[in-house]
């Protein structure tokens, strides 16, 4: 079974500044997917970046960009210029390969993000 | 357009009693998934449904969990005998097809507190 790993429950940051989340994940399958989610306060999960194994450059979107190493089966998101909207919980999860039929999301514990004004 | 939604928004139960869930996906939709999430944890796969089809139940924790969907839009997640373990919130997820290309959406949850 697959597992993702998210070893910092709690990390800060000022604002205008960076921070890096980390990710790691457990699977046997070559080609896959990964996603960043972001879920505020109000609970509603928003999809943040997404990035396909076989890619081999990093997604970005805006302020966001991830650090994926494949053969570390590592995931990180960076998040740029840290603005006090991005306070929430982040979650790393995976999704397994596109082979036809339904696939099921596999999260990480989270990472709750603090923004220092 | 409308995101999904999930009512109620809050549910306080006392122990043994039935609640039903309610998910509404974003129309046309034809996935749509229930995630269990406890307080400090990701969400957790219940069981997902193409069209009025349930596809995979492996994640209903107890044979007192049980989901429908009879029309393929609305699906409700119904939780009988509720015990304290059973306090969480429930996320419900839709996209447009199962497939991993397909992003899911999210609802807001429905926070269950059994008292």
Redesign the interface.
Known sequence: AQT?TQSQPEMSVQEAETVTLSCTYDTSESD??LFW?KQPP??????VI?QEAYKQQNATENRFSVNFQKAAKSFSLKISDSQLGDAAMY?C?Y????S???????????TKLQVIP | GA?VSQSPRYKVAKRGQDVALRCDPISGHV?L?WYQQAL??????LT?F?NEAQ??KS?LPSDRFFAERPEGSVSTLKIQRTQQEDSA?Y?C?SSL?????Y??Y????T?LTVT
Do not use: C, H, N, W
């Open positions: 993702v896959y997917y989610y109000s609970r509603q999960m928003i999809l997404r979650f999860a999704r397994p390969p596109p036809g039929g339904y696939q099921k999301v596999t999260f990480g514990t989270g | 995101g996935s998934f400090g944890q990701g969400p957790e796969f997902y193409q596809l995979d994640g919130v996320l997820a097809s199962g497939l991993s290309s992003e899911q999210f609802g807001p949850g926070r």
